[in-house]
């Protein structure tokens, strides 16, 4: 089966910097998606990684270790509309070419 | 371009009754999935459909849930009878291709309430 696991909850300042991580099992493995999901709203795409190592966007990067189903994603100079639910999704190598999504972590962003 | 639109937005039946949503994708995505997101946990793939072809809906329970993507466009989502357990957030999602790196993009979804 799979398995995906990240912190339910985080809470972090304003302008500070904050490292949300997940750790994976899976059925082999075909690259990992973090999404951005605002209350009430659609999951968005916010990076994918394949290959080890670090994707940086702007304010956010995302790291990848396979070797130890390893994965964060970090968001820097935090602003109070970051307050969202990120959710962690793993590919694992199937026909069908699937996503397994974690439950979330919960980030509030405060003053 | 026109993201994934999604109908209804919101929806409160009583259980045991029928519901059905309905989505359309992304012009051009050949793959549209339906996922059952409840409340506080992630997004659970419910069934894939690669153009109009069923390509894994292993996690749809079958004796309740139906879906259909007739003209490869176009689907909708049906549950026959509907339980508590039921109330959800139903999203549609939909990509390029079944091996595409590209992302999957999601509709607003459908608010289930079962009574």
């Known amino acids: 089966g799979q398995n995906i696991d990240q912190p339910t909850e985080m809470t972090a300042t304003e302008g500070a910097i904050v490292q949300i991580n997940c750790t994976y099992q899976?059925?082999?493995?075909?690259?990992l998606f973090w999404y951005q999901q605002h209350a009430g709203e659609a999951p968005t795409f916010l990076s994918y990684?394949?290959?080890?190592g670090l994707e940086e966007k702007g304010r956010f990067s995302s790291f990848l270790s396979r070797s130890k189903g390893y994965s964060y994603l970090l968001l820097k100079e935090l602003q109070m509309k970051d307050s969202a639910s990120y959710l962690c999704?793993?590919?694992?190598?199937?026909?069908?070419?699937?996503?397994?999504f974690g439950t979330g972590t919960r980030l509030t962003v405060i003053p | 371009e026109a993201g994934v639109a999604q109908s209804p937005r919101y929806k409160i039946i009583e259980k045991r009754q029928s519901v059905a949503f309905w989505c359309n994708p992304i012009?051009?995505?050949?793959?549209l999935y339906w996922y059952q997101q409840i409340l506080g946990q992630g997004p659970k793939l419910l069934i894939q459909?690669?153009?109009?072809?069923?390509?894994?809906d292993s996690q749809l329970p079958k004796d309740r849930f139906s879906a259909e993507r007739l003209k490869g466009v176009d689907s909708t989502l049906k549950i026959q009878p509907a339980k508590l357990e039921d109330s959800a957030v139903y999203l549609c999602a939909s990509s390029l291709g079944r091996y595409s790196n590209q992302p999957q993009h999601f509709g607003d979804g459908t608010r289930l309430s079962i009574l």
């Open positions: 899976t059925s082999g493995f075909n690259g």
């Open positions: 459909f690669q153009n109009n072809g069923v390509v894994d």
């Open positions: 012009s051009g995505h050949a793959t």
């Open positions: 999704a793993v590919r694992p190598k199937t026909g069908a070419n699937n996503l397994f």
């Open positions: 990684n394949v290959l080890d």
